[in-house]
C-alpha cells in the first residue's frame, strides 16, 4: 500500500468518525476532508495536478451526454454534478410545493376521508408516507407527516409517538421503491446508469412486498397503544382542509409541476434526458411560476446538503483514484469466490448493519465503485448487487434513532412536542421491521437475480 492509498484512508475514516460523532456540520466536516484529499492526496502524494481537475468533474456538466443520454456515457470519477443538480431541483420543487400548504392540505384531507379515526389514520398516514416517499425525499415527508400527526394527537387525544415511528420507517421504506426517493438510490442510479422504472422494477417489487408485511407488523406491535382512542366523531372543531391552501393559484401550479416531475422521471429511460436536466428543468420552471415568492422558496433549500454531497464525493473520488475500492473490491470476490448468494447477503447485510450507525449517504458513495468491481464488467451481476445495496442501504438506516436524517427529524419532532422516543423504545420496535425488510430483500433478490447469472 502506498502514501496515497493510506492517507486517503485516513482522511476517509476521519471523515466517517467526525460525521457520525456529529459535533462539527456535516457540510463543513466533508468540504474540509475533501480540500484535504486534493491538497494531500493528490497534490502532494500523487503529484498530479490532472487529477485534481478529474476529481472537480465540472468539464462534464459541459457535455452533451451530462443532459441526454446518447450512448453509455463516460466514465468518471469525483464529485457526481447529476446527483447535486437533480437533488438541488427537487428540493426546489418540494419548497414550492410547501409554500402553497400542499403537504398540510393532503393530510388533513386524508384524515377527514377517514372520519378522525385513530386506527384509519394510523394506517393511511403510514401508505401515504410511502407513496410520497417514491417521489420526495423521506426528511420531507416526516416533517410534515409528524406535525400533522402530533396536532391530530392533541384533537383526538391519542399518543403520536407509534405513529409517528410507523411513519418513518414507512417512508425509508417507500424511498427505497424509486431512483429519487432517497439520496443513495440517487446515486447509485446516476453513476450506473439506471432509470426510475429500473428501480421500480426491481427495487421497487422488494420495497412493495415489504410495505404489505410492515403494514401487519406495526398494525400488531402498535395497535394496543391506539385501541384505546378511537378518534372524536364530532367533526365541528376541525379545521378544513382547503383553509391550509396558502395560495390557490400556485396550489394548482404546484400539483402540474408535480405531475410533470414524475412523468420526466418515468419515461427518461425513453426520452434519454438525464436526471440533471429533469432537476435544472423542474427548479427553473418552479421558480418562475413562484413569482414575488422565488427568494422564499430558494431560502428553504438545504444547501447544507448539497455542500456535504460535493464534499463527500472529493473524499471516495480519493480512495478510487488511489485504487483503496479496488482493494476492497478483490477482498470482497476473494471471501466470496463465485457463490453469488454470499455476495449479496454481504451487501446486504453489511450496507444494512453500517447504515444503521453511520450516515448511509457516503457508505452508498463508497460502496457504488466497489460493486463496480466486484461485477467483473457483467451487468447481470452489476445489476444484482446494485440492488442489494440499494435494499440494504435505504432500508437499514430505520433501525436506530440515528441511522437516517427522517429518523432525526421524526423523533426530533416528538420531543419537542414533549414525546420523547428513547433509544430502547424505538429500536424495540424498528430493528425487528429493518431485519424482516433484510430478510424480503435477500431472498427476493437471491431467487430473482442469482439463477440468471
Not at 261 to 287: D, E, N, P, W
Request: aromatic share 10%; hydrophobic share 55%; glycine share 8%.
Amino acid at each position: 500500500m502506498n502514501a496515497a492509498q493510506i492517507v486517503a484512508i485516513v482522511i476517509f475514516v476521519a471523515m466517517f468518525i467526525l460525521i457520525i460523532m456529529d459535533k462539527i456540520e456535516k457540510h463543513i466536516v466533508t468540504l474540509s476532508c475533501g480540500a484535504l484529499t486534493l491538497i494531500a492526496v493528490f497534490g502532494i502524494c500523487m503529484r498530479s495536478p490532472g487529477s485534481i481537475w478529474k476529481i472537480i468533474n465540472l468539464q462534464n456538466i459541459f457535455t452533451a451526454e451530462f443532459w441526454r443520454a446518447t450512448g453509455e456515457g463516460a466514465e468518471s470519477a469525483g464529485i457526481d454534478w447529476a446527483t447535486i443538480l437533480f437533488l438541488g431541483g427537487m428540493m426546489i420543487m418540494v419548497e414550492g410545493m410547501a409554500r402553497v400548504g400542499f403537504f398540510n392540505w393532503l393530510c388533513r384531507r386524508i384524515a377527514k376521508l377517514v372520519h378522525y379515526k385513530t386506527i384509519p389514520i394510523f394506517l393511511a398516514f403510514m401508505t401515504m408516507a410511502f407513496v410520497l416517499a417514491m417521489f420526495i425525499d423521506s426528511i420531507t415527508v416526516i416533517l410534515f407527516l409528524a406535525s400533522v400527526t402530533i396536532e391530530l394527537s392533541r384533537l383526538l387525544k391519542f399518543n403520536p409517538v407509534p405513529m409517528i415511528m410507523s411513519e418513518i420507517f414507512c417512508a425509508n421504506l417507500g424511498g427505497s421503491a424509486t431512483m429519487c426517493g432517497d439520496p443513495p438510490n440517487i446515486i447509485i442510479g446516476s453513476n450506473l446508469h439506471y432509470s426510475f422504472m429500473d428501480f421500480v422494477m426491481n427495487t421497487g417489487v422488494a420495497a412493495l412486498l415489504s410495505f404489505v408485511l410492515i403494514l401487519a407488523y406495526f398494525y400488531l406491535v402498535m395497535r394496543k397503544e391506539l385501541s384505546g382512542t378511537s378518534g372524536s366523531t364530532d367533526f365541528s372543531n376541525m379545521p378544513s382542509p382547503e383553509s391550509f391552501i396558502t395560495d390557490k393559484a400556485g396550489f394548482a401550479v404546484s400539483c402540474v409541476i408535480f405531475l410533470c416531475a414524475v412523468t420526466l422521471l418515468v419515461t427518461h429511460s425513453t426520452t434519454k434526458l438525464t436526471v440533471a436536466f429533469i432537476g435544472v428543468l423542474i427548479a427553473v420552471i418552479t421558480l418562475i411560476t413562484s413569482g414575488k415568492h422565488v427568494l422564499e422558496v430558494l431560502k428553504g433549500v438545504d444547501y447544507k446538503t448539497l455542500l456535504f454531497f460535493t464534499g463527500l464525493f472529493i473524499v471516495v473520488g480519493g480512495l478510487e483514484e488511489t485504487g483503496v475500492l479496488e482493494l476492497i473490491a478483490n477482498l470482497i470476490s476473494k471471501v466470496c469466490g463465485s457463490n453469488y448468494y454470499l455476495m449479496v447477503a454481504i451487501i446486504i447485510w453489511v450496507s444494512g448493519i453500517a447504515s444503521a450507525f453511520i450516515d448511509n449517504i457516503p457508505f452508498a458513495a463508497t460502496m457504488v465503485p466497489i460493486i463496480k468491481e466486484l461485477s467483473g464488467g457483467n451487468a447481470s451481476i452489476l445489476s444484482m448487487l446494485a440492488w442489494s445495496l440499494a435494499m440494504g442501504t435505504d432500508v437499514g438506516g430505520s433501525a436506530t434513532p440515528i441511522g437516517a436524517s427522517a429518523n432525526v427529524v421524526g423523533t426530533s419532532a416528538a420531543a419537542k412536542a414533549g414525546h420523547p422516543i428513547g433509544w430502547g423504545e424505538y429500536c424495540k420496535k424498528m430493528a425487528p421491521a429493518t431485519i424482516i425488510v433484510l430478510l424480503i430483500s435477500t431472498i427476493y433478490i437471491c431467487l430473482r437475480y442469482t439463477t440468471q447469472i
